[in-house]
């Protein structure tokens, strides 16, 4: 009964085994093992036990075979040996890949906190009036010297010719005044010969009077001549006193005419200053680019009145550059001239050349408008940013740049070729 208990319990697998094709292969060999396993250990103990001896199963009995013993499981690399062959070369490829970009990627420092930035400028007039030309539009890019916008002329034209005006009467009264210096030296001159004059004829009175002083003493010679010589004497001692109060007074008249010719020359000055500036008030009228750029934001028009110093328009010059906000932890190996690769956001296709230019030297929280204050009770550590400027080597002329644009840079900041670079070389 025992054995007939066993047989019926293992029927089912015993019917299994003896139609394989009712089944895959593989769940044949699957289910095999198990199944026939414990029929053996079951046959086994019966065997063993003197109770449970007695006929041969059907399966052995059927296919004249005894059954199959208890097989050592096999592994996954025995048993799926292309599968484990390509998985060992994905693993590999996955660890040579990862390796040749950790070798390539620690030369580099990267990040997206970056901008185009330039000294954009306001174009304003000095001088006030009607703009009477606009030659420029929106965005269009000019040159050095280009005309930007011009202001009504007339008045300052008018200011100029007043200043020339006041220059040629400033020369004409330094003209004068030197010609009245001419004439005064002729005066002095003929003042100076007056008293030369009045000094021989001095002398000549003064030997006539000792002559008839003398002949008078004598006895030969009367008192009126001797009266009369002295008195020519002093005559001409009074007349060589007033040439010489003339000559004097030519000479003082040549001071004041020099004085009045230093008063014309500083007429002439202040009036060439004059002059000069209403020159350059005329030159205002004409708005010019000081340097090659864009205009942006225009907002001048003909008609306009123009104040000085009101704004015109917006001025982008060419010299643009990138500021680049890099973590302080990533400055320790970068360096003033290290190349530099940007991808200017808006041209993705572009990759620009460039180089490290400089390294502010502090945060750009330091700088701001209102710094930030550390100096509290609460205080959490932030990794700061620090402004990096980064000079294009080849800035593209064919599209528009301009500050704000978005710009993500990487600075190689190790010069070796890494182990990728190097067999790329050999492909």
């Known amino acids: 009964m ?136 929106d965005n269009e890019h000019v040159a050095a010297g280009d005309v930007i916008a011009r202001i009504d002329d007339r008045d300052y034209r008018i200011a100029l010719e007043q200043a020339e005006a006041q220059v040629a009467a400033a020369q004409a009264s330094i003209e004068n005044i030197e010609a009245q210096l001419n004439v005064q030296q002729a005066q002095i001159s003929a003042n100076q010969a007056q008293v030369d004059q009045a000094q021989a004829a001095l002398v000549f009175a003064q030997q006539q009077a000792a002559r008839y002083e003398h002949l008078e003493q004598t006895g030969y010679g009367t008192v009126q001549n001797a009266q009369q010589y002295t008195s020519q004497l002093r005559q001409q001692q009074a007349a060589l006193q007033s040439a010489q109060a003339t000559l ?38 004409t708005v010019t680019a000081a340097q090659p750029g864009r205009v942006v934001n225009l907002g001048a028009a003909v008609g306009q009145f123009a104040q000085p110093g009101t704004s015109l328009t917006m001025f982008v010059p060419d010299e643009i550059w990138v500021t680049a906000n890099f973590k302080e932890s990533q400055l320790d190996r970068m360096r003033r001239g290290d190349p530099v690769t940007l991808e200017i956001d808006a041209y993705p296709e572009r990759t620009i050349r460039g180089h490290v230019d400089s390294v502010q030297p502090g945060s750009g929280t330091a700088f701001s408008l209102l710094p930030a204050e550390n100096a509290t009770g609460n205080y959490v550590k932030i990794v700061q940013r620090v402004p990096v400027k980064l000079i294009m080597d080849n800035p593209p002329t064919d599209v528009a740049l301009g500050p704000g644009m978005s710009v993500v840079p990487t600075v190689r900041i190790n010069p070796t070729p890494s182990l990728y670079e190097r067999l790329r070389r050999y492909v």
């Not at 693993?91 to 990267?110: I, K, M, P, T, W």
């Not at 010719?261 to 000055?269: D, G, P, Q, Y």
Request: net charge negative; charged share 20%; no cysteine.
């Open 248 to 285: 004097r007074l030519a000479q003082r008249q040549v001071e004041a005419l020099k004085a009045q010719h230093n008063s014309a020359v500083a007429n002439l000055a202040q009036a060439n200053a004059q002059r000069d500036q209403a020159k350059l008030n005329l030159s205002y009228t």
């Open 2 to 137: 025992f054995e007939d208990n066993v047989l019926e319990r293992d029927e089912p697998a015993l019917h299994e085994l003896e139609s394989p094709e009712s089944v895959p292969a593989f769940a044949h060999e699957r289910d095999l093992q198990p199944r026939t396993q414990g029929v053996t250990s079951r046959n086994s103990s019966l065997q063993e036990s003197p109770v449970a001896k007695g006929p041969a199963s059907p399966v052995e009995v059927e296919e004249g075979r005894p059954l199959p013993t208890e097989q050592p499981r096999n592994g996954f690399l025995h048993r799926r040996p292309v599968v484990s062959a390509i998985g060992a070369i994905l693993l590999a490829s996955v660890l040579g890949g990862g390796y040749l970009y950790l070798d390539y990627a620690e030369r580099f420092q990267s990040t997206d906190d970056a901008f185009i930035a330039a000294r954009q400028f306001s174009l304003a007039p000095k001088v006030s009036g009607y703009l009477t030309a606009v030659p420029v539009t």
